[in-house]
């Protein structure tokens, strides 16, 4: 599984323009990290199409769609939270929530704190979150039946992924990397 993963981001660091090589070549050399985190199941196509909510309290009763659900490191998924906690919109990319930042800083102090995290396990998980991203967004689909997923391209065929990588790793207001 390492080698699949680190055969995935280096395909991207080749495919990619220059402006995503830092952060992928920074994923590559995370690997050993990330993959001294508990393997899980992830889902892999998580967001709000596939989860269900109670109509009264608004509270997770259920996720559908877990035909891509795989084991991997834990975090890997981790980038299918902006879905609930921003939007994305085709000609801008991704606009934050006005909470947003109160948001992000519950969730990791909450995984922090209730699981007992030291933060170069945090540093590993969000590590992880990018790596998920990469894999998620980075290549054509990675559906069955389907041709083999190839880098996405820097033009009309890929502009929508290019978009959401460009919000989340690059652009300063809405990136998730420091």
Do not use: C
Request: charged residues 20%.
């Amino acid at each position: 599984m390492f080698q699949r993963y680190e055969s995935d981001l280096r395909q991207l660091l080749a495919a990619l323009p220059s402006r995503f090589r830092p952060v992928i070549q920074q994923s590559i050399d995370s690997l050993p990290a990330i993959f001294s985190l508990p393997m899980v199941l992830v889902h892999k196509d998580f967001g709000v199409n596939n989860a269900m909510v109670g109509a009264d309290d608004n509270h997770l009763v259920g996720v559908i769609d877990w035909a891509e659900a795989e084991i991997g490191p834990f975090g890997t998924n981790l980038h299918s939270l902006q879905q609930f906690m921003s939007k994305y919109r085709l000609r801008v990319g991704w606009i934050r929530h006005a909470n947003y930042e109160t948001l992000d800083r519950i969730f990791w102090d909450a995984l922090s704190t209730s699981a007992g995290l030291d933060a170069e396990t945090i540093q590993a998980i969000k590590a992880a979150r990018i790596v998920g991203l990469l894999r998620s967004h980075g290549f054509t689909s990675r559906l069955a039946n389907k041709p083999a997923p190839e880098p996405i391209r820097d033009d009309e065929s890929g502009a929508y992924e290019m978009l959401g990588l460009d919000g989340l790793l690059i652009a300063p207001a809405t990136k998730l990397v420091d």
